[in-house]
Nanobody, 119 residues
Framework: QVQLVESGGGLVQPGGSLRLSCAASGSFFSINSMGWYRQAPGKGRELVAEFTGGGSTNYADSVKGRFTISGDNAKNTVSLQMNSLKPEDTAVYYC?????????????WGQGTQVTVSS
């Protein structure tokens, strides 16, 4: 069983910062990639930032220059540093991992953590 557990969400004022973290645990051989998605009320889930292989990263245009994804392969963790937060960043943020177990890479999701940007 593979679990992804997020932490670090909360309420922050516009212009503030938050750091999200996600840790993978359970029985698996490797993690092919990890990343962050978000879902605002009434909208679909969208990419925020992800590692795309070979250490490369991909960011949504709306967060470029404000958010930074980082990871620790040895600890199976991924983090998202969010700066200059805007009200439109308000959403539930989900950690995503493509994990290799006895089966080829399969997508796992965390339970989500709420980020609210409001004055």
């Amino acid at each position: 069983q593979v679990q992804l557990v997020e932490s670090g969400g909360g309420l922050v004022q516009p212009g503030g910062s938050l750091r999200l973290s996600c840790a993978a645990s359970g029985s698996f051989f490797s993690i092919n990639s990890m990343g962050w998605y978000r879902q605002a009320p009434g909208k679909g889930r969208e990419l925020v930032a992800e590692f795309t292989g070979g250490g490369s990263t991909n960011y949504a245009d709306s967060v470029k220059g404000r958010f930074t994804i980082s990871g620790d392969n040895a600890k199976n963790t991924v983090s998202l540093q969010m700066n200059s937060l805007k009200p439109e960043d308000t959403a539930v943020y989900y950690c995503k991992g493509v994990v290799v177990t006895t089966s080829p890479g399969r997508v796992y999701w965390g339970q989500g953590t709420q980020v609210t940007v409001s004055s």
